[in-house]
């Protein structure tokens, strides 16, 4: 009969078996393997430690320590580990990182720079961006605010960081919005006689006064179905044909979109711009470098001339995204024939 030697520590150490050749350590496992009825040799030194010397064990005693361990290795090796409960995976941080990247590309802002202006380390910085550090909301909002990121693309900052958005968005009509909504009217009736309108961040036009009738007089019923205060202006269908210094309006207008595109502009403003730069009418700056504002010089309807100078009121301190996003779009006469005109 073989002399074994066999060494096992319960729950805690490792068990190894001499057969005269000397062997690698087998991996021990919680369970203790079962164990002969020969007589052992034990030892308790307040471990759980056990000791085994010199055992004489029959076959049929080897099979049951076998089976024993090859059972309880199945049984822990198919136990998933605990890992601790994870807010936001890496996959999650690595978005952020790359979506935080691309604000700060867009700016032309090093790493440097961002973290001067974000009070912040560059160290910190680099580790957000390569997804080794995890953000706090406080920190996506303050780097969000030193790349000057619009407020809807600070809340897709806040989701690829595995965070609730900041700015809810609500429809003009919406019962919450009673007080913006009453600003717009206040402002759109104190304009009249002279054009006013309301439009979106995609210049859609959401309301208007009586006074802008002179801005939609003559326009293709389809450019009115979902009205955009771009396409009616430039569109060959809609006040195009009117406009007397069309090339230097359009010019005016396609630089005024393409500041929003390259602020944080979404991409149907992006569509909007190749669209309208499509139409026909050409582009030239204007020529009297010393004016005091570049006019909108339309013929009315009935063939007179109006001179409008264009002016852009905001709300200040928004928080909804339709209020922060709308803009109200005036247009003052110019000389006294366009004021006495529409009076």
């Known amino acids: 009969m073989s002399t074994h030697k066999i060494a096992v520590t319960a729950g ?6 001499s057969t005269g050749a000397k ?11 079962a164990r002969s009825e020969t007589s052992t040799n034990r030892n308790h030194r307040g471990t759980g430690a056990v000791g085994v010397d010199s055992v004489r064990m029959s076959s049929g005693c080897r099979r049951q320590v076998g089976d024993a361990i090859t059972c309880q290795v199945v049984v822990e090796l198919t136990q998933p580990a605990h890992i601790g409960a994870v807010s936001r995976p890496s996959a999650q941080i690595s978005q952020f990182g790359e979506l935080l990247r691309h604000w700060r590309q867009r700016r032309r802002t090093s790493q440097l720079d961002l973290a001067l202006a974000a009070d912040v ?14 953000p706090s909301r406080a920190m996506v909002l303050r780097l969000a605010a030193a790349l000057q990121v619009p407020a809807r693309e600070q809340n897709q900052l806040l989701i690829a960081a595995g965070l609730a958005p900041v700015y809810a968005e609500r429809s003009l009509e919406d019962p919450d919005m009673a007080a913006v909504r009453d600003g717009v009217d206040r402002v759109l009736a104190a304009y009249d006689p002279f054009p006013c309108l ?19 007089e003559g326009v293709a019923p ?7 205060a771009l396409r009616i202006a430039l569109h060959p269908d809609g006040l195009a044909a009117r406009i007397r210094n069309l090339a230097e309006w359009r010019h005016q207008v396609v630089g005024r979109l393409r500041r ?17 730069i499509s139409y026909p009418g050409g582009f030239t700056n204007t020529t009297d470098v010393g004016g005091v504002a570049m006019p909108l010089e339309l ?30 779009e005036a247009f003052l ?8 005109a529409l009076h």
Do not use: C
């Open 23 to 33: 062997k690698n350590p087998v991996p021990m496992y919680h369970a203790e393997p």
């Open 333 to 340: 006469p110019a000389d006294q024939a366009t004021a006495a």
């Open 121 to 134: 380390s560059s160290r910190h910085v680099s580790f957000i961006e390569t997804g080794r550090s995890t």
């Open 12 to 17: 805690h150490g490792d068990t190894t078996a």
């Open 299 to 328: 013929y009315a309807t009935d063939g007179r001339l109006l001179k409008f100078l264009s002016t852009v009121t905001t709300f200040g301190t928004a928080l909804d995204l339709t209020a922060a996003e709308l803009s109200i």
């Open 222 to 228: 389809h450019l009115l179905e979902e009205p955009n």
């Open 198 to 216: 309301a439009v979106d961040r995609g210049w859609r036009v959401l309301r208007l006064n009586a006074g802008a009738t002179v801005l939609i």
């Open 260 to 276: 929003e595109i390259a602020a944080g502009g979404p991409e149907p403003l992006s569509t909007l711009l190749a669209e309208i």
